[in-house]
Every structure is written in structure tokens, then in C-alpha cells.
């Protein structure tokens, strides 16, 4: 549980080089930022904008159906539980809603573009607020906190300078009102201090302010913060990011450790796996379920505890993009030191720093621009014959928007009534549904079926068999649930084979043999050959409820395979259990 929620905001005047600036480096999570809402973000890569693996991109509701339109965006960090949150539906481009749950209550939180000539989307706000009231006012468990914020294009004396008179024409104040309403009646306070300029105008080079945090009276006390940050003015935009922190608690998942198998001393593997295997005993024939299941678990145990002691682990950093260096984070925080000190010299606009800054930001962007185009190249250039491979996959993908992935709203009709799921635990059971319907009233199993004998011919498994199979392995596939690769079965496999550990798969597996599934053999994996498939390490389950990774929205595509009451089409002169576990390709 992390102690405190940080949220920046900041309008990037829809420039990738501003968004990658913000996010294709370390710079957020190093700031331990959770939230990121931007205004005007660059639509690029077929109406994705631009993110990174640490963040779950949030695109307002409208954006499928006019992604032009779009000019609200939110990222949400990609440590934190989506348990813990969730978007709501909101009917316009220009703001994206989401919804924190925790302990402490909820926080709802809308990232706002307001256009400059007209009131529409205030009008949104006002309306949907009257109709959702009770659900942002009113938690179960405590209180319900609520912000408004993002760049709302108005000026009034109520949070710009009052001494800046230009501001306050007719015109302006009045455009300002419906705005003043809109929060008066929804109870909202100014976070961000009266006065602090957010907007460099980019012909007259004068400040004030557009970019706003509007909080809810009840939570003024969670608030710790609320500051423009003059030192972080990023680059191709001219408004300056604003950081909130809210002293609310928040669900943060613990990143699994990633064990290097490119890293690793294989004659020390070996040497201790044998330890963990045992001496060796002479061969002994396997006769029953116990049996089996005994030795696939012994094997399963021994190479798991092998890796756990030999194979190092990776260490999880951020994921800054492969083209940045520590060049471009120098540049960067060059940009960055003079970009506040042409800030404190606001005043002064014939001040040499405001040319330093200027140069400052053209360096840095023209060598981000390189860096990016130069990293393509030279990987291309050097390619050999897997990364040939690699550079098909990336050009052929569909294109994303480089963010993490996450199962989105699912929207479905039951009894010609239109349900959402929201949560994973609704979106689970909602696949769950869709993928495997309830059991049929009526089998479809003949009741007096008759069959052909079974076939008496033995199988046997042997060693050679075995390490011809396993050398035809993929070394580095993602392994299974049980966490052993393909590499590790490829640099035993004279061990495994030769040791007790694996007579199982020497013993004679007859026709008539009690044996109703193969099941945590990690063998199973000889499929790759092409040759025959045992069906090891997947098992037939009978009325198991499937498993949805939903938040990783990850599935296995040799998934268990689901019957009920033991119900499977049967093929004339093969018994269905050696169709489950043997298949001849």
C-alpha cells in the first residue's frame, strides 16, 4: 500500500516530442507519480497517443468513434491494482473519468479541456454531476473526495493575478461565469494558490493563468500539495505541469521477481539438481495414477527448487524507451535548469536566459529526434537472423499506443437488457459465460454407443527419443505455470533422462492402464517438435471454473480443455482418455 497519491497534469499542445520528453524516460516513476492526466495529447500510431509499459492509458469515452475529436487523456501507473480503480463513462472528448475505491472511500477524478470559445463541455460537467451526485457525494466505506483539473481556458481575478488588469476584460469575465457556477455548485475549492501563473503565451510571451486543481471542500484535509513546477517546463508546449498529492492510500501490486536464464551457470544448475534429484534406482514400472502423479511431482519439485537457488533474477527498473540515454537526460535537465531561471525572469523578456532556454530545448530536442531514428537504423543494420524476425513482428503488430494492456469495458446483452463489467471480477465471469456455456440439458452422447475394442499395442518412451525432442526446443518461450523454460529441460536433458526422474516416461503405458491424465509433466512441451504430443503438463478437467488473467489480459492458447460430466466427442476405435493424452500428429 503506497501512503499518498501523486497526479500530474499538464497540456502537451498534442507534440509527440513533449509527450515522449514526459514519458519515454524514468522521469515520472522516479518522481513516484501514479497519476498522469494530459490535455491536448498527440494522437499518433492509427489514433493511439504516445506511452510507455509503466502506464495503463485511459482514453475518454467517445475516443473509438472520433479519435480526432480527442483532447483528454489519463494514465494510470501501472503498479497500481486495477481492482482499485475504474473509468466512468462521460460523453464528450475533452474529459476522461476515473474512479479510485480503497478503504478510505473513493476519488473521483476528471481530466478537463475546456475550449476557449465556447462553454460546452462546462455544460457536460454541470449536467452530469445533477445526475450522478449521489455516486461521486456518497462511498460506503468512508468519505468521497473529488477533483477537477486540467486547462480550462478562462481568466478571472478569482485565480489569476488581480494586477494583471489586461485579463479582465467584459468579455473574459463573463465567459469565466458559467465556470464559477459550475464548481460553486458542485462544491469545489481552488487547490492550486491565487496568482501562480501556468501559461506562457507563445506570440506576446506573457503569463497567466489557465491551468487549474479544483478539490472537494470535504477533501481539503488530504491535501499536502498543489505547486505549478517551473523546474519540470518540458518542451514544445507552454503551459508548466502542475503535481498534487492527496495523503490517500492506494493498492500497489508488488512486482514479480523475473528469473535470467541467459545468466546462468549451467554446470552448477546441474550439479545441483542432481542433489535435489537423488541417487539413482533401478527402473520400476508405472502402474497407477498415484504412481505417476508421485514422480511428475517429485521431478516438478526438484527443478523448481534449482532454479529458485541458481537462476539469478533480473531486477525490476522503469521501463525507459531503448533510444534514451544519459546524454539526452543531461540535455534534459540543462533545458530544465534554464527553463526556470527565463521563469524567474518572466518579467524581464530581453533577459539573455530566455535565448539560453531557447537553445537549451532546440539541442534537446533535435537529439531526441536522432536518437530515435539513429536506434532504428542501427539495429536494422546489424539485424542477424532472429532479429530479422523481431523487426517483422514489430512492423507487422497492430499498432498500439506502447502502454500496458488492460481488458477494457465489456459491454453485454442478457435478456435484451445491456449489462457493463467493470471490475475483474465482473469481467471474468462475463468471459466465462462467453467462452463456456452451461452444460447442455440433453447429452449428446449416445447412451448405448458401442465402441471397438481398445488397441493392446504398447507404448514405450525412450531416453533418445526424448533428448532428440528436446534439443528441437525454443530455448526462451515463456514458460508454463509451473516456471520451468524450455532451456532448462535443453541443458539437462542427459540428466533427466538418465535418472530416475524420468522412467516415468520409459515405463509402458498400455491401452488398459488406469491412467486418466498426464498432468504436471512438464514434458509436455515435446510438442514443439511436431513429432508425437503427450499432453502432460495440461490436464482434462471436468466442471473446473476456467481462469482469467484479466488483468494482464494474458491467456494460455493450450489452455485445459473443459468437458462436462466427462462428455467428449468419441472417435470409433480410439478410447477417449488416449485421445486426450496421446495425438499422433
Known sequence: MKDAINIWQQNTNKSPTCQHDLLSSDKLTSMNIDIVAIQEPAIVNNNHSIASTDWISVYPTPHQSNPEKTRSLMLIRAQISTDSWNQLDFPSSDVTVVQLNSTWGKLTIFNIYNEG???????????YYKDNHQNLEHSQNSDAHQIWLGDFNRHHPYWDNPRDSRLFTDVAIKAAEPLIEAVAEAGLELALPRGIPTHCHSVTKRWSRLDHVF????????????????NHRGINTDHIPILTELNLGVA??????????????????RKTLANFLGPGQPEEQI???????????????????????QVPVTAITSKSKCWWTKELMQMRKQADSSGRQSFLCRNEPEHAVHIQHKEAKKRYVNNMEYNKRQHWRDWLEKADKPDIWTANRYVTAPET?????????LKVTVDGEETTARTNSEKSATL???????????????????????????????ADQLRKQLRKLKPYKAPGPDGIPNIVLTKCAALLTDRQSAEHLRSHVRANDDVQTLENVHYGSVKEAGKAQIRCSQSIQTNSPPQ???????SDSCGPTHFHNGEAPATPGKPFWRQAQMHDN
Open 252 to 269: 500497489i501490486k508488488a512486482a514479480k521477481p523475473i528469473p535470467n536464464f541467459k545468466d546462468v551457470d549451467w554446470d552448477e544448475f
Open 287 to 309: 502402474t497407477s495414477q498415484r504412481q505417476l502423479d508421485e514422480r511428475c511431482s517429485s521431478l516438478t519439485e526438484a527443478l523448481q527448487n534449482t532454479i529458485q537457488e
Open 548 to 554: 482469467h488473467n484479466v488483468e494482464g489480459a494474458h
Open 401 to 409: 499506443d506502447g502502454g500496458k494492456a488492460r481488458i477494457p469495458v
Open 432 to 462: 466465462t459465460k462467453g467462452f463456456f456455456p452451461p452444460k447442455p440439458a440433453v447429452s449428446s452422447v449416445h447412451p448405448n454407443a458401442e465402441y471397438p475394442p481398445q488397441c493392446q499395442v504398447d507404448v514405450r518412451i525412450t
Open 117 to 127: 470559445e465556447c462553454n460546452n463541455t462546462i455544460n457536460l460537467l454541470t449536467k
Open 215 to 230: 478539490i472537494s471542500e470535504e477533501s481539503l484535509g488530504v491535501l499536502i500539495a498543489c505547486n505549478a513546477l517551473t
